[in-house]
């Protein structure tokens, strides 16, 4: 099962406004924090990654932030656009532990 | 980034037949790769990790007779789904970390879509 708690699973927002996305683990041992998009029928694309000696780490459009004290990380999506609508999943790993996926966040960008 | 592919895509066959899938690195050598089982609308489940030259190592709860995992190579790994049944229906998804190590970037393949009739 999973270890790592995403909300919210569903998100719908307005063309243009920004998307946040938050994830919460348990491993005090876990270093390494991607984002991943999946859209439907195809498999996850990595966009955007994090570890755990940054607090924060900017793409463009997208950022994620880490609170290792908290354990907990976010994925900000800022502009939104229509071709950001897919589902969304956050994981968590350390060196020696499988990677582990949140249950996922279907976003939703209105036009 | 490192491309990973899979083959086939999407596959029908009917209840009782084996299927293969295939896991590709193509521009990196893979010696651990990761395959994943994903059901609709949930998100993915680790299935088992290939290793090359060794056993696969499998999750807790996957039959190891049932999905039968080969490494053959550093840049192939192939899952076979051994007498298929409806239920194990689901989008098969394969991974593999360019830098060779469980805790750090993977990648991943477009997913193989399995329908058992």
């Known amino acids: 099962g999973e270890n790592v708690e995403q909300h919210p699973s569903t998100l719908s927002v307005q063309e243009g406004d920004s998307a946040v996305i938050k994830c919460t683990y348990s491993?005090?041992?876990?270093?390494?924090f991607p984002w991943y998009k999946q859209e439907l029928g195809k498999g996850p694309q990595l966009i955007i990654d994090?570890?755990?000696?940054?607090g924060e780490k900017k793409d463009q459009r997208i950022a994620v932030t880490l609170n290792k004290t908290a354990k907990h990380f976010s994925l900000h999506i800022t502009e939104t656009q229509p071709e950001d609508s897919a589902v969304y999943f956050c994981?968590?790993?350390?060196?020696?532990?499988?990677?582990?996926f949140g249950a996922g966040t279907r976003l939703t960008v209105k036009p | 980034g490192a491309v990973v592919s899979q083959h086939p895509s999407r596959v029908i066959c009917k209840s009782g037949t084996s299927v293969k899938i295939e896991c590709r690195s193509l521009?990196?050598?893979?010696?651990?790769m990761f395959w994943y089982r994903q059901f609709p609308k949930q998100s993915l489940m680790l299935m088992a990790t290939?290793?090359?030259?060794?056993?696969?190592?499998?999750e807790q709860g996957v039959e190891k007779d049932k999905f039968l995992i080969n490494h053959a190579s550093l840049t192939l790994s192939t899952l076979t789904v051994t007498s298929a049944h409806p239920e194990d229906s689901s989008f098969y998804i394969c991974?593999?970390?360019?830098?060779?190590?469980?805790?750090?970037?993977?990648?991943f393949g477009p997913g193989t879509r399995l329908t058992v009739l």
């Open positions: 521009d990196f050598q893979a010696t651990t």
């Open positions: 290939s290793n090359e030259g060794s056993k696969a190592t499998y």
């Open positions: 994981a968590e790993s350390s060196n020696n532990n499988d990677m582990r």
């Open positions: 491993d005090s041992a876990s270093n390494y």
């Open positions: 991974s593999a970390p360019p830098q060779g190590l469980a805790g750090s970037e993977q990648f």
């Open positions: 994090i570890r755990s000696n940054v």
